[in-house]
């Protein structure tokens, strides 16, 4: 028995002597989640001391829910290591996938594990502190166009910032062609830290770009303000026009790619079965957010947060609740670092069908949310025992569960329903 099959167990049992009447699985071969209805009645996966003592959820279930235990037994397979810090992995279509390292490279490791030669033609990267190149996303027509985006901390004069750029993928898999950069964040600032950034395409063929307020204190007021890309949600063609139906177009005082507003530091990013944008971002010491991504709504970071300053002390003029601004569907306190969600939608775990999966930096472990509705009703953590920092986590054609590892010595996984 492997030691997530411990802790569900152990779960089970905690529910059991609590008195709650647990929802049972669908079958035994297919496994369901063991969890007490009634978020209020239930033991929460979270027990420890939040960081900012004091704070009151606004609804019920928004935070701590109920520990869930899904009983399925899985494998994990290291598909290749020897990765510095890789930030993104994308599947190809056919098994093979696509892996970028903080560094500024890029790189095919087939489905049996070789890793490949850095890909050629990518541009220069500023690779320091929390920048480099970060994720890639596939072009909706991969199969046919070969086109590839991906996001990158550009150096430029002044400093640096997000940059986005598309390039397409030769034949043999070796070099990117026809480069052009097709998004950049200003204002440019010399920092190395909250850069963002996830991509993602939507149902609607445009491409969504997240990125963060650049860390440091004078510069939150950015996340604030429409007349700049800090803090936000973008939404762009292709091509890095702005379509004509983004909320801002036409306002003086706005840039026209901004999506949404009042973000902190956006590294996880997905849209759901039903075509719905979910982003997971870091907060500061304590609250980071699970959002549900409304065009225009404006999502409060650093006058509305669940969180205080690293050093203890109160963010300066935030409070938890603003009329006008939009409350975190869920949040965690302590902090788990997100970075990295996937809604599963796959075959080979019929019980984790509907989940949203969230990479953890901080906790080391892969986080498993039960969403209903718009309201988070369970938890579920996986793979703690392997002591990681994950980055990312994508599902594939074959419908097994990818992950990358932040680390010097950083490992692309394939989680596999047990043989």
């Not at 988070?376 to 990818?402: C, F, N, S, W």
Request: net charge negative.
């Amino acid at each position: 028995m492997n030691r997530s099959c411990t802790v569900r167990l152990a779960l089970f049992l905690l529910l059991a002597a609590a008195g709650c009447t647990g929802r049972g699985a669908d079958s035994a071969d297919e496994g369901g989640d063991v969890v007490a209805p009634g978020a209020p009645d239930c033991p929460p996966l979270e027990t420890r001391p939040p960081n900012a003592t004091g704070q009151r959820p606004a609804f019920p279930g928004q935070t701590r829910a109920c520990a869930v235990a899904s009983n399925v037994d899985f494998d994990v397979q290291v598909v290749a290591g020897g990765l510095v810090h890789p930030w993104a992995v994308e599947p190809l279509p056919g098994g093979d996938l696509l892996v970028t390292e903080r560094p500024g490279r890029m790189r095919i490791v087939t489905a049996a594990g070789r890793v490949g030669a850095p890909i050629a033609g990518l541009p220069p990267v500023d690779a320091r502190g929390q920048g480099g190149l970060l994720d890639v996303a596939l072009s909706p027509d991969f199969a046919t166009d070969r086109t590839l985006f991906w996001s990158y901390t550009e150096p430029r004069q002044g400093g640096n910032g997000t940059a986005v750029a598309r390039g397409v993928l030769s034949p043999d898999g070796t070099r990117v062609e026809d480069v052009r950069v097709i998004f950049r964040a200003e204002p440019t600032y010399a920092g190395t830290a909250h850069f963002g950034s996830r991509l993602a395409f939507g149902p609607d063929g445009m491409l969504y770009i997240t990125t963060g307020d650049r860390f440091e204190t004078p510069r939150r007021v950015h996340a604030q303000r429409l007349d700049n890309h800090l803090g936000k949600v973008l939404r762009i063609a292709p091509d890095g026009t702005v379509p004509a139906d983004n909320p801002f177009v036409g306002r003086g005082d706005a840039r026209p790619e901004v999506w949404t507003l009042g973000h902190r530091n956006v590294q996880a990013m997905a849209f759901d079965p039903q075509g719905r944008l979910w982003t997971v971002e870091h907060g500061p010491q304590g609250g980071d957010e699970l959002n549900l991504i409304r065009p225009g709504l404006n999502y409060g970071w650093p006058v509305v947060s669940y969180g205080e300053e690293y050093s203890g002390a109160p963010i300066e003029g935030a409070v938890t609740a603003r009329p006008g601004y939009e409350q975190p569907v869920y949040y965690w306190d302590p902090v788990i670092a997100p970075s990295g969600a996937e809604w599963y939608t796959g075959d080979a775990f019929p019980a984790w069908r509907g989940s949203l999966f969230v990479g953890s930096l901080r906790e080391r472990r892969l986080v498993r949310l039960i969403v209903e509705g718009d309201r988070v009703t369970g938890e579920e953590h996986l793979l703690m025992e392997r002591g990681k920092r994950i980055r990312d986590v994508r599902q594939g054609p074959d419908g097994a569960i990818y992950v990358v590892t932040d680390e010097d010595d950083g490992e692309v996984w394939r989680i596999v329903p047990a043989r």
